[in-house]
């Protein structure tokens, strides 16, 4: 088992990466999310490997970080998804970006990697509902889930609102927010809490206040 790979980026190319680690030149499949992260043809690269052995071939896939490395493990896990179906995923979308879809069903926005369907899309929900953890989301990743527009996004869902279109009392600006707290999880109360929380400020949209109620969340 290749647990990671430590050398020189030799060569960088469509799909993937060559590196020299000790005279030999290691040809390792990545997503476009690691190669647009990539540093410079020449210099230090650690990247951590998953090698696979199937009836068509052998493979080695990479990730600079090692989270990354486990979501594509967990892709893999799933009925129906190989290695070429799990790295068109995470080029398609990061893995905060795929967490933030699958706690939202937002199964349109996994359908866009090339190759997966709406099936397999709802498919990977099911599976990885359970599994994944919203812990340490970045903010950047709601613009592209929870404001994507997709069947996961923002809008109106049973037992999120109040007949007034509002979470708790809060209708307007802030609500959309709040509501998008309450359907990844978090208590009523404590998504109300945080969104009023941040909204000292006239003017600000839901995008950011969604951004910052969840950093009043995680650090509050």
């Known amino acids: 088992m290749i647990s990671y790979i430590d050398g020189v980026l030799s060569e960088i190319e469509e799909n993937g990466i060559v590196v020299d680690c000790g005279g030999i030149g290691y040809e390792v499949a990545m997503p476009l999310t690691a190669l647009e992260r990539l540093p410079g043809v020449g210099e ?11 009836e068509d071939g052998v493979g080695l896939y990479g990730f600079l970080f090692r989270q990354d490395l486990r979501m594509f493990k967990q892709l893999l896990g799933v009925n129906g998804v190989g290695p070429k179906g799990a790295l ?37 929900i099911l599976d990885l509902k359970d599994k994944l953890s919203l812990d340490g989301l970045s903010p ?81």
Do not use: C, N
């Not at 230090?44 to 199937?54: E, I, N, P």
């Not at 080029?91 to 090339?114: N, Y």
């Open 44 to 54: 230090q690269v650690k990247v951590f490997t998953h090698f696979q052995v199937r």
């Open 88 to 124: 068109g995923i995470l080029s398609a979308l990061s893995p905060d970006e795929l967490r933030v879809a699958v706690a939202t069903d937002d199964d349109k926005m996994i359908a866009k990697a090339p190759g997966v369907g709406t099936k397999t899309a709802k498919r990977i």
């Open 140 to 220: 950047d990743a709601w613009s592209a889930g929870v404001f994507g527009g997709g069947a996961g996004g923002i809008g109106p869902g049973p037992g999120t609102a109040d007949s007034a279109g509002g979470v708790s009392g809060i209708v307007g600006a802030g609500s959309d927010a709040a509501r998008a707290l309450v359907e990844l999880g978090y208590p009523r109360a404590q998504a109300v809490a945080a969104v009023r929380a941040v909204m000292t400020e006239p003017g600000l949209g839901d995008e950011e206040i969604l951004k910052r109620a969840l950093k009043q969340i995680s650090f509050g």
